[in-house]
C-alpha cells in the first residue's frame, strides 16, 4: 500500500519560504514519477514541479520558476519542495503525487496522492 505523507506547511508573509517534505511508503521514489501539485480555493488542481525517475526536473508552472526547487533524498524515501520570495499567490493546499514511470502534468494520472499541506501566504 502506497502512502505519502506531506508535512512542513504553515503560515509565511510575503517574501518568506518554507520548505515542504513528502515521505513515500509503499513506493520508492527513485522509481517513481514525484510531482507537487496545489490547489487554491475556487481553483483547479495545477500541477507545480515534477522529477522523474531518472532525475529530470521540471516545473510546470511558470510563476513559480527560479523561486521554487524540487528535490529528492533517495536515502530517506523523500521528496522536497523549497518555497522562496512566496507570494499571496501561492496559497494553496499542496499536494504530492506519486505515478509509475513517466511524468505528466495532469492530476488524473497520478495514482497516489497525499492528503495534502496548506500554505498560506499574507501580504
Known amino acids: 500500500q502506497v502512502q505519502l505523507v506531506e508535512s512542513g506547511g504553515g503560515s509565511v508573509q510575503a517574501g518568506g519560504s518554507l520548505r515542504l517534505s513528502c515521505v513515500a511508503s509503499?513506493?520508492?521514489?527513485?522509481?517513481?514519477?514525484m510531482a507537487w501539485f496545489r490547489q487554491a480555493p475556487g481553483k483547479e488542481r495545477e500541477g507545480v514541479a515534477r522529477i522523474s525517475p531518472g532525475g529530470i526536473i521540471a516545473y510546470w508552472t511558470d510563476s513559480v520558476k527560479g523561486r521554487f526547487t524540487i528535490s529528492r533524498d533517495n536515502a530517506k524515501n523523500t521528496v522536497y519542495l523549497q518555497m522562496n520570495t512566496l507570494t499571496p499567490e501561492d496559497t494553496a493546499v499542496y499536494y504530492c503525487a506519486a505515478r509509475a514511470n513517466a511524468c505528466y502534468s495532469y492530476a488524473r494520472y497520478y495514482n497516489y496522492w497525499g492528503q495534502g499541506t496548506q500554505v498560506t501566504v499574507s501580504s
Open positions: 509503499g513506493a520508492t521514489v527513485s522509481r517513481n514519477c
